[in-house]
């Protein structure tokens, strides 16, 4: 049995149904690893053993060691261990915290709750206008020292990549940790090959949602409020859904460059017929993921657009990408200085086809006509 979804989907970003290989795993892991993998009974061990191999493969793919892989049950809560465990460790050499102006609300909930934490939002570029962090701001709040900072990897909501390299450099040469969400990256487009964390939800890859990885350096000190049990981060691991992110992510290994290729393509055809029809898009053009793109609209709510496509067979999201509610308006467009109460989000599923992106552009006009007259 697989799970189908509308040929016409296109927010990978909210998740993608689970193939034959992975829901076949994840079934066979809940038979399996039902009991306690803290335990030293059979059941335990072998509860214990899935949650190993999972962690395993993930590390393989990732280039780190297994000690270094975490999982968590979902990347907000991943984000909240990662920045809180690192905050509680150096809390004492400051409290201020770096954060970038258009992280998600995930980054930016954990970084407000920390306790006693002084939270500075770093600047986007003035020039490029894409949301990428201003470089000589970061430079310039590092001076001044820093507990950490939150810098993410791409952008979820726009798709324009961070300058990752540099400012991980930057914040290496002031001595500070840099905690990184790279939600939308894995299997879309290239990681970074050195970081100090970084945390993804499994759906970006095809996994199940309720689970999510934190990657480290060999080198991260951190002491998260609830100690990981055999790398799961808070509560009782969810074994069969480690382990199914795990087959998802070997599914994808080899195949996720030339789908990469194909979206890239697919997106720049999107974005020349909307800038021909005078729409504005978001993000960085050609820095960016290659399965992302958010435009503007005028006239009408981002939501109405979203019901109007979905009748005709079409999915797609509209305001902040890390909000529950889509009437919420986007900081991250507000901060590139844009219009953030009415946008729409693509984002290209792993086997998106140009029959899918044909119907999306052949409807859309239509569509917005609808909801603006």
């Keep these: 049995m697989s799970i189908e979804r509308s040929p016409g989907y296109l927010d990978a970003i909210a998740g993608v149904p689970l193939t034959v290989a992975t829901m076949t795993a994840w079934q066979s892991a809940a038979t399996q690893a039902w009991s306690d993998p803290a335990r030293m009974h059979h059941a335990g061990r072998q509860s214990g053993l899935l949650l190993d191999s ?11 060691s297994h000690a270094n892989v975490f999982f968590a049950g979902s990347g907000p809560d991943g984000l909240r261990a990662s920045i809180g465990g690192i905050f509680a460790v150096r809390s004492n050499l400051s409290q201020r915290v770096l954060v970038g ?71 290496r040469a002031a001595g500070v940790p840099l905690v990184s969400d790279a ?24 996994g199940p949602p309720g689970v999510a990885i934190v990657v480290t350096s060999p080198n991260n000190r951190w002491r998260p409020e609830e100690a ?29 460059q030339s789908q990469a290729d194909l979206n890239r393509a697919m997106i720049d055809q999107v974005r ?78 792993p086997d998106c086809s140009e029959e899918t992106i044909n119907l999306f552009l052949a409807e859309l006009p239509s569509a917005l006509d609808a909801v603006t007259s």
């Design 54 to 64: 999972a962690r395993a493969s993930i590390a393989t793919f990732m280039g780190v």
């Design 272 to 349: 020349s017929k909307l800038l021909s029809m005078n729409i504005v898009c978001a993000g960085d053009p050609d820095n960016r993921l290659p399965h992302v793109l958010t435009f503007t609209i005028t006239g009408a709510a981002g939501g109405a657009l979203v019901t109007e496509l979905d009748t005709r067979g079409i999915s797609v999201a509209s305001g902040s990408a890390c909000a529950a509610d889509t009437r919420m308006p986007s900081h991250v467009l507000h901060a590139i200085g844009l219009p953030n109460d009415a946008s729409i989000r693509i984002s290209l599923p």
């Design 183 to 206: 939600t939308g990256v894995i299997t879309h487009d290239s990681l970074p090959t050195d970081f100090d964390v970084l945390v993804a939800p499994a759906r970006d890859w095809g």
């Design 101 to 171: 102006q258009v992280e998600s609300m995930a980054v930016l909930g954990a970084a407000g709750s920390l306790p006693s934490a002084e939270v500075i939002s770093l600047a986007v570029d003035p020039v490029q206008k894409t949301g990428a962090v201003d470089l000589a701001d970061l430079d310039q709040q590092l001076s001044e020292g820093a507990a950490l900072a939150c810098i993410q990897v791409a952008n979820a909501e726009v798709g324009s990549r961070q300058p990752f390299a540099a400012a991980l450099a930057a914040c």
């Design 228 to 256: 990981p049990d055999r790398g799961w981060i808070g509560g009782f691991p969810d074994i069969p859904a480690a382990v199914a992110s795990a087959v998802a992510l070997e599914e994808s290994a080899g195949s996720w």
